[in-house]
């Protein structure tokens, strides 16, 4: 048994499994109609898990990143937007939280930030606040680059002016939390942009190839206001914590891991003649055929769980070259092990209502995200490695 399995987390899983049957219920319907999987998030909050990874000293669950990472794959076994647009609430709970906990911060910015996060968490538990990270913009793949969205500071707090692409939850979230640049400045500012302001506008269609329930459309915002006690972190945190707990850009590949598993499930039941008329492993091409891709995933979860029994502030770089390679390995096994199935199980499997080929085309979209995009690790992976780039970007 792995050692990360504790008997706590195994608790956490235990809930997200039975979270995650009736989530499987839903999927295919949030799918067909690319629509945000409400019921789920409902369900999530029941749960308490949308305080998941705030502290209990706050009245959350107190779960941490890893305890986060197991929750999350097993989640995306049954509905990959779902475990998808968690992660972007999550990943916020974890940033003010365990993150920023690790992270150097003045006396007084420290007050600050504990007043303004117990305001971030009571919205949460109290409110059932949902949480979004639009961060990309389309013009760089950094975390701490690219970021052309502009706040400027008014009486009470920000006036912000830019537009994000790919919001996922952009319908749904009751705060868009963004990354921002104030003039004159080089760090990035984190708000928290209440959803219902003024001068936002959701745009463009929403009809991908996967990932439908996400509804990640482009965000506009029109110098809408943003309190000050919005600042989610302090000043110069954001670009600390890139540098600091770089493991926090590894977050979205954990669905990819569950959707890994997934596939495997499918394709087991599948083979041993559930979901059809017919029994094929008996034939030793199907055996042979499951056994590859047991091995792959088994291959890519035991990279993503050694790194996972890595992770905390200031890694060595060896450690987070292992992480991208661990995204890698979650983003890019996903849609090769579904592929696979498909040759596996033959042409039927691919009829709806089974699931392979809405896990096929979920998975095909994990490679995109930024900024640790599949292209990104590659490119840094091999650039860090054979020059001692020790200072590589996040
Ligand atoms: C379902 C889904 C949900 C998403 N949700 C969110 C969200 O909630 N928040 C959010 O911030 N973003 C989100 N994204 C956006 C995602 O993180 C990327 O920003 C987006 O996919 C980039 O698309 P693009 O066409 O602009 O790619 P481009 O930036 O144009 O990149 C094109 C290709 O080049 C690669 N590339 C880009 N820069 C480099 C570089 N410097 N070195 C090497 N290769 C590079 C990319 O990986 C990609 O393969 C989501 C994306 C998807 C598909």
Known sequence: MSVLLTTARRGLISQAAELGSVFATRADQYDREASFPYENFHDLQEAGFLALCIPKSYGGIGADFVDYALVSEELARYCGSTALTFNMHTATMLLTGQIADDLDMSDSQRVDHEQRRASLYKGVIEKGHIHAQPFSEGHQAGATAGVTTQAVAVDGGWRVRGRKIFASLSESAH??????????????????????????TIEGEWDPLGMRGTI??????????????????PPGCFDQAAKRWPYFFMTLCFTYLGIQRAVLDFTSEYLRGGNTAEERREHPQKQHGWAEMRIAHEQSQALVYRVLSEVGVDPAPAQIHRAWAAVVSAMETAPNLASTAVRVCGGRSLLRPLVLERLYRDARCGATMLPWSVEVCFDRLGRADLFDDSEAPV
């Open 216 to 233: 990640s459309k482009n965000l506009v915002f029109d110098d809408v206001f943003v309190p000050a006690e919005n600042e989610y972190l």
């Open 175 to 200: 705060r868009h939390n963004v990354t921002c640049k104030v003039d004159g400045e080089e760090a990035i500012r984190f708000l928290g942009i209440p959803a219902d302001s003024i001068g936002i």
